[in-house]
């Protein structure tokens, strides 16, 4: 009997070793203990790119497991909502308690600190992934249970309108704050035609010395939202960011009062639709915990992965305080696992040669013990354990999963990484391995997504909805078919895209 290799599931830019080394641990350990069985995965990192692999048939088994659980205490997704609400709020407060301890903490001191954040993280990436492995590529119980429901009661027209949330991201929220700014800058037509003609830098001049009250404005919103872009590993930003946000709102003419009034609208005409689909429906305990269940859902995915990155943000401060103390950058103090830490603050034991080598090319998990291998070591796993990518030959159509509906036509820009964002123009189709906060200017130029990766819970998905823009997730190949330029048509209604001349 030929033995399984590992398949790939995901990819992801701009990423070290820290922190998916947790998301990987957790599938060994704090699921094992929620759901009573674990799922060996494996990452090969390569230049701050992250591919994520397991066996097929492992995550079907759990998948399956978890689905049993859910189906037989309904009350569990609740249970998960909760407990990533709790946990996440948690971490936070604790972070922020460690930040003011830092100048005092001997290196034992700060050793604990981070132990105590890589324990806490893994639980609650313990919770967190239970959503992706409900629903994620071809596992998606929460979409297909709630289309079976819906069917049953041949409501289907219901599933758009049941999945989408009226929740506010914290993306969304700094958006919307946003608006509020370019409702006060819009009063002043002299300062609408500096924030049109003048860069970033001008206007920062300009603003602290001519209107101090708009600069107020955007300081503080810098400081409340500079790390809501920031993910895994920044950089957070600044007010110049925001400053080139407001001047492309102004130069695609957008009014900020109908915009918040359509914002608001929309909410509410949400709310009652998901009100008379519920009145409509005929539902037992479990279906309704389904169908009620599913926007959460997808707004508790958003939730949790911006509060980790908060978390990421904050932590920042102590990484970079390992580092001046053991002499080492912060991109080499993100390619080391807890134990290291632990060795280099406790007794200056340090392999820098083997940091150098993992900052280059590595690999780490599970298969079935822990490993982490780099040079020849994870070269020869990859050739013995990985299977290869099937070559994909020319392809006139792409076909994925709706996300969000609507028909859209453009050329395509290839958008993984924030260095790719300067490509981007308005109108374009965007096409990604997968989205991420860090994208969002790009994504607010958009016409179209379209993603190699998704479900109902991905990013692509949940920010489509909240920009109404269409979306096709779960294609596999777009990004590797589709170049800069492509020209393509995007019928999300049907989850296609075709490629045109």
């Known amino acids: 009997m030929v033995e399984e290799k590992l398949e790939k599931i995901a990819t992801e830019y701009v990423v070290s070793l820290f922190p998916v080394f947790m998301m990987i641990d957790a599938f060994q350990s704090e699921i094992k203990k929620i759901v009573d069985r674990g799922c060996p995965l494996v990452i090969v990192i390569k230049n701050k790119k992250v591919d994520y692999y397991v066996k097929p048939s492992l995550w079907q088994k759990m998948h399956e497991h978890l689905i049993e659980k859910v189906r037989k205490e309904p009350d569990f997704l609740q249970f998960i909502f909760k407990k990533i609400r709790e946990l996440s709020q948690q971490q936070i407060k604790d972070v922020r308690i460690l930040l003011n301890k830092l100048n005092q903490a001997k290196n034992v001191d700060l050793d604990k600190y981070y132990q105590d954040y890589i324990k806490s993280n893994t639980e609650l990436y313990g919770f967190g992934l239970l959503l992706p492995l409900l629903d994620f590529h071809n596992t998606t119980f929460i979409s297909d249970e709630l289309r079976k429901i819906l069917g049953v009661n041949k409501a289907k027209n219901y599933f758009n309108i049941l999945t989408s949330t009226t929740k506010e991201t914290y993306n969304k929220k700094q958006e919307l704050d946003l608006l509020k700014i370019l409702t006060v800058i819009k009063k002043d037509k002299e300062l609408v035609e500096l924030f049109r003609t003048k860069d970033g830098v001008e206007l ?298």
């Open 204 to 501: 920062v001049k300009y603003l602290k010395k001519k209107n101090k009250k708009i600069w107020s404005l955007i300081t503080k919103h810098a400081k409340k939202y500079t790390w809501v872009h920031y993910v895994y590993e920044g950089p957070s930003v600044d007010e110049i960011y925001f400053l080139d946000f407001l001047k492309d709102y102004l130069i695609r003419g957008l009014d900020p009062a109908k915009e918040l009034a359509k914002n608001e609208a929309a909410k509410e005409k949400l709310k009652n639709e998901q009100a008379q689909a519920l009145q409509k429906l005929r539902l037992n305990k479990y279906e309704k915990t389904i169908v009620t269940g599913a926007s959460d859902f997808v707004f508790m995915k958003a939730y949790r992965r911006e509060m980790q990155t908060l978390s990421y943000y904050y932590i920042e401060n102590i990484l970079r305080e390992i580092g001046r103390r053991l002499h080492l950058s912060l991109a080499q103090v993100r390619m080391l696992l807890p134990e290291e830490i632990s060795l280099g603050l406790k007794k200056n034991v340090i392999n820098y040669n083997l940091i150098n080598q993992r900052l280059k090319f590595m690999v780490y998990g599970y298969n079935p013990t822990k490993f982490c291998y780099d040079s020849s070591k994870a070269k020869n796993l990859i050739k013995q354990e990985i299977k290869l990518e099937e070559k994909v030959g020319k392809v006139n159509k792409l076909e994925g999963d709706t996300a969000s509906p609507g028909r859209a036509k453009g050329k395509v820009a290839i958008i993984n990484t924030p260095d790719d964002i300067p490509k981007m123009q308005s109108g374009n189709i965007l096409v990604s391995a997968s989205t991420n906060p860090n994208l969002m200017p790009a994504i607010r130029q958009a016409s179209a997504i379209i993603t190699d990766e998704g479900g109902l819970t991905c990013h692509a998905a949940i920010v489509s909805r909240e920009l109404g823009i269409p979306c096709v997730v779960g294609t596999k190949i777009a990004s590797r078919v589709l170049k800069d330029g492509d020209k393509v048509k995007v019928d999300a209604d049907k989850g296609v895209v075709k490629i045109i001349k």
